[in-house]
């Protein structure tokens, strides 16, 4: 059992950088594999970064490639993702997801039905 929290949000301009933290209250994020969605107003919630559970692998939609990365501190038992060339369309609620450990394939990042457990997420707006 894991129980996220992010923080890190809030209103930039385009081209501005933010790094999104997810620290766990309960449990020990080494144990799981990791990942940050985001929804955007009327759209559907998307994957945005993974990382694998033993942090070796990531993956990162299309659209972000070059400008977020994804980390894990494991002495802060936090996750973060950085975000850089912030773009418009890069705002919405972004989550941090956690998913249980599977005891197989751990170099592999999550699949999309494996995410068990979610922060309340933290709220990125971008002006032009």
């Known amino acids: 059992h894991v129980e996220l929290v992010e923080s890190g949000g809030g209103l930039v301009q385009t081209g501005d950088s933010l790094r999104l933290s997810c620290l766990a209250s309960v449990g020990t994020l080494s144990d799981y594999g990791l990942g940050w969605f985001r929804q955007a107003p009327g759209k559907e919630r998307e994957l945005v970064a993974a990382?694998?559970?033993?942090?070796?692998?990531?993956e990162y939609a299309d659209s972000v490639k070059g400008r977020f990365a994804i980390s894990r501190d494991d002495r802060k038992n936090a996750l973060y993702l950085q975000m850089n060339s912030l773009k418009t369309e890069d705002a919405g609620v972004y989550y941090c997801a956690a998913a249980s450990p599977r005891g197989y394939r751990d170099y592999d990042v999550p699949e999309l039905s494996e995410y068990a457990y979610w922060g309340e997420g933290t709220q990125v707006a971008v002006s032009s």
């Open positions: 990382l694998s559970w033993i942090g070796s692998t990531t």
